[in-house]
């Protein structure tokens, strides 16, 4: 059951390219293309609650982790999903995502759970990309393939302050017998500057052969004034490519759309339209046709104004694909740390119960 790392990856560029915002349309005839053909490798999931119905017992302390995949090699990720019980922004912001491959002994992802799907500010709304989308804003999915040549480790590390009631979770990956010799592996890795300062805000630094293939954006403003203007850049094996400004590298122009969920790109939500100061902002913009390659390194920063001038709330999350072992990440802020570092110009508010043709929010304690 040899496995083309290279034919997953092209499946997810079998994309026509769109008038919609983002790409927001497949091309059919070319993504089921080769859809009667048999596939060579063997189809398994972990769960986690093989009884299929929730008991009532499984309630994560505060501080708790628990290790919910545990898979020998060589195999393929292929989609994770997730939901959790309380809709409450701590759920979002404290609860964190590792994920090991191999042997290694430190994570290659390593992201607070609502920000790896897309999911910041502890806030809930929708995301409809290609690698990830979220389903009534409670289901959280990826879909970006995962290889590993040993072992793939995921571990799940509850809030430090509050108990989560309910962790359910599936985990779809491949059994194949090898994998191609240029297969490179995921990675994820969260940042943030709270607020920002000096100089360029760093996204990523990489060393080691790989592509990137594009990230989450979050921020929130503390002042007024148009913040848009610092643009990216990226450090390629030394040789540097500037970028002309924020919203142009997410694929807008002249400010961002409300609301915006492309395959590529998007801006799901956008309060700085409406609000001045405290607003919060997500971004993305992930480079399917496009990856960025790299033979010894790869840096992506972002500037805070046109001079590096705004003092706002920045947080990223990184993804690309490498050869290990991986630079060392930074170290992960705490929980009380990923909170906004001016909450009092806009706290966050929870919920209101809607019923959505399914459990009445208000019943959900579980």
């Given at each position: 059951m040899a496995y083309s790392m290279t034919a997953a990856l092209c499946a997810l560029a079998t994309l026509a390219l769109?008038?919609?915002?983002?790409?927001?349309e497949l091309d059919r005839e070319a993504l089921l293309a080769d859809m009667y053909r048999a596939r060579d490798y063997e189809f398994y999931r972990i769960v986690s609650n093989p009884t299929a119905g929730p008991d009532g017992t499984d309630i994560m302390k505060p501080g708790d982790w628990?290790?919910?995949?545990?898979?020998?090699?060589?195999?393929?990720?292929?989609?994770?999903?997730?939901?959790?019980?309380?809709?409450r922004?701590?759920?979002?912001?404290?609860?964190?995502?590792?994920?090991?491959?191999?042997?290694?002994?430190?994570?290659?992802?390593?992201?607070?759970?609502?920000?790896?799907?897309?999911?910041?500010?502890?806030?809930?709304?929708?995301v409809r990309s290609l690698p990830f989308e979220t389903g009534n804003q409670r289901g959280y999915n990826c879909f970006f393939p995962m290889p590993f040549r040993k072992r793939c480790r995921i571990t799940f590390?509850?809030?430090?302050?509050?108990?989560?009631?309910?962790?359910?979770?599936?985990?779809?990956?491949?059994?194949?017998?090898?994998?191609?010799?240029?297969?490179?592996?995921?990675?994820?890795?969260?940042?943030?500057?709270?607020?920002?300062s000096g100089g360029d805000y760093t996204i990523l630094e990489a060393e080691g052969r790989g592509h990137f293939v594009g990230l989450f954006y979050y921020n929130r403003t503390n002042s007024e004034g148009w913040w848009g203007d610092g643009g990216e850049r990226f450090i390629v094996d030394g040789r540097e490519i500037p970028g002309t400004g924020q919203e142009d590298y997410f694929g807008q122009g002249w400010s961002f759309g409300k609301g915006e969920n492309g395959l590529r790109f998007g801006s799901p939500l956008y309060e700085s339209a409406d609000k001045p100061v405290g607003a919060e902002n997500s971004f993305y913009r992930f480079h399917i046709e496009d990856p960025i390659p790299f033979k010894k390194s790869f840096v992506m920063t972002m500037r805070h104004g046109i001079h590096n001038e705004r003092d706002e709330d920045y947080s990223t999350?990184?993804?690309?694909?490498?050869?290990?072992?991986?630079?060392?990440?930074?170290?992960?802020?705490?929980?009380?740390?990923?909170?906004?570092?001016?909450?009092?110009?806009?706290?966050?508010?929870?919920p209101q119960a809607t019923t959505g043709g399914g459990i009445p929010q208000e019943s959900i304690e579980y």
């Open positions: 769109a008038t919609a915002s983002g790409g927001a628990r290790e919910i995949a545990n898979i020998e090699g060589p195999g393929i990720i292929s989609h994770i999903w997730f939901t959790l019980s309380r809709q922004d701590y759920v979002l912001k404290d609860c964190v995502l590792r994920i090991y491959w191999d042997d290694e002994k430190e994570p290659s992802v390593e992201v607070p759970i609502g920000e790896f799907f897309g999911l910041g500010h502890g806030k809930y709304y929708t590390h509850n809030s430090p302050d509050h108990e989560l009631r309910r962790l359910f979770y599936h985990i779809n990956y491949k059994k194949v017998d090898s994998l191609p010799e240029d297969t490179l592996y995921f990675h994820a890795q969260y940042r943030q500057a709270k607020p920002t999350v990184a993804f690309w694909y490498q050869t290990e072992p991986h630079k060392p990440f930074p170290p992960l802020p705490p929980a009380k740390d990923r909170y906004p570092s001016k909450p009092d110009q806009a706290a966050p508010k929870p």
